[in-house]
């Protein structure tokens, strides 16, 4: 199974995008999301030094044209990809790049959300001098009672060996001088405490803005930074993009529910490197592919090929079924009084996942009538694994009439 990740901010660095310029489309493409985003990304990408690309406002929209782009180039009918992809995730702001990737909005307004997530980030930041810090090594109880000790929040879980700590610029030179036994801190090259409280302004901005975007169903298996679970309606994705601003952001569950789908192979768009070194850690035995330029696209092909499972998506614009999907791995305890034929209302409740950590609710966001059930009550299920099948409610002028 493949899995193409998209990753946040911090992975920048002067030059990155110079060889992809070489690319008339590429060329092209860039112009026009700069148009978008009103922000001169050609520039930013080929020749800003590393303090001006670290700035926010400018940041996070480069990284999401470079992935959306990038990933154009490797699939230039985009289509194509979904017959290969068996899962996607974006890390922070990379779960835009893996929005519009997927379907769930188009590049353009994801560069609109961009661009104004990254203005009211930065905005929020210039409030009071924040940052974050990389947490190398240590116990983990010890790396989060020390950040507790501080009033440091653990804006990024990373997986084994990295907790992300975020705070003010007083509280990360109190954990400097009390760091946690046998952990190293690397400040790292970013201009706020992201995903934490010091962003609520950003995140009151971005739900204002969402309640106008369109959305729609990821064509495939998308994850979220929130839980690591797999959401199978657009406007909960757009939600939860929203909302992660102000809150931690747990990559550690996103590589768990990669490892319980059996993925094989894990391909980083530009810039690449962060993420693939992560997964290196946390994905034992997982074949990595970092894509940084045009000429590795013949090689990233055929990894795609390789680890792609050529299946058909299980989400479409106008299906004649849709599929609930489990959101992670536990056991699955269906609702009592579904059968068949009977008509659920949107976001009907059809079950629940439970498991050590967490007992998640089951909904069939479209609603629709009854098929089949694909488990049985008990079963243990994994990330992604069909439980529902059901006809869709089409809505008419006159009035509500299943579509069989």
Request: glycine share 10%; aromatic share 4%; with cysteine.
């Amino acid at each position: 199974m493949l899995a193409i990740v998209a990753p946040g901010q911090g992975a920048q660095t002067p030059g990155f995008l110079k060889p992809w310029l070489t690319e008339s489309s590429f060329a092209d493409r860039l112009t026009w999301l700069s148009a978008v985003a009103g922000l001169d990304l050609v520039h930013y990408g080929t020749e800003a030094d590393a303090e001006t690309i670290r700035d926010t406002a400018v940041a996070q929209p480069l990284l999401v044209a470079s992935g959306l782009l990038a990933s154009l180039q490797l699939f230039p009918h985009p289509a194509d990809a979904f017959n290969y992809i068996g899962v996607a995730a974006g890390h922070s702001v990379g779960e835009l790049t893996a929005a519009a990737g997927v379907g769930v909005i188009r590049a353009e307004q994801a560069m609109v959300l961009v661009r104004e997530r990254g203005k009211a980030m930065a905005a929020a930041s210039a409030a009071r001098p924040t940052s974050m810090t990389a947490v190398v090594g240590g116990k983990p109880e010890d790396v989060l009672a020390a950040l507790e000790k501080h009033g440091l929040t653990p804006a990024n879980n990373n997986g084994s060996g990295q907790i992300v700590a975020a705070g003010t610029i007083e509280q990360l030179a109190a954990l400097e001088a009390d760091p946690p036994a046998r952990a190293r801190l690397i400040p790292l090259s970013v201009a706020g405490a992201f995903h934490t409280q010091h962003m609520a302004p950003a995140v009151a901005h971005l739900a204002t803005l969402s309640k106008a975007v369109s959305t729609y169903d990821p064509r495939v298996p998308l994850l979220s930074n929130a839980d690591g679970q797999v959401v199978q309606h657009g406007r909960d994705v757009l939600t939860r993009i929203v909302g992660q601003v102000a809150n931690p952001v747990r990559w550690d569950l996103c590589l768990q529910t990669m490892a319980d789908l059996g993925v094989t192979g894990l391909l980083e768009v530009p810039p690449a490197g962060t993420l693939t070194g992560i997964a290196k850690r946390n994905l034992k035995g997982v074949e990595l592919f970092a894509l940084n330029t045009p000429d590795q696209l013949p090689d990233a092909m055929d990894f795609v090929r390789k680890h792609g499972a050529d299946q058909v998506a299980s989400q479409h614009s106008n299906p004649t079924w849709r599929l609930v999907v489990s959101p992670g791995k536990g056991e699955f305890v269906r609702t009592e009084g579904i059968g068949p034929d009977e008509v659920l209302p949107p976001l009907a409740t059809v079950g629940t996942v439970a498991n050590l950590r967490e007992e998640i609710p089951v909904s069939a966001p479209h609603g629709g009538v009854v098929v089949e059930w694909l488990v049985e009550d008990g079963d243990p299920v994994a990330p992604g694994q069909p439980l529902l099948r059901l006809h869709p409610v089409v809505e008419t002028a006159g009035a509500a009439e299943v579509n069989r």
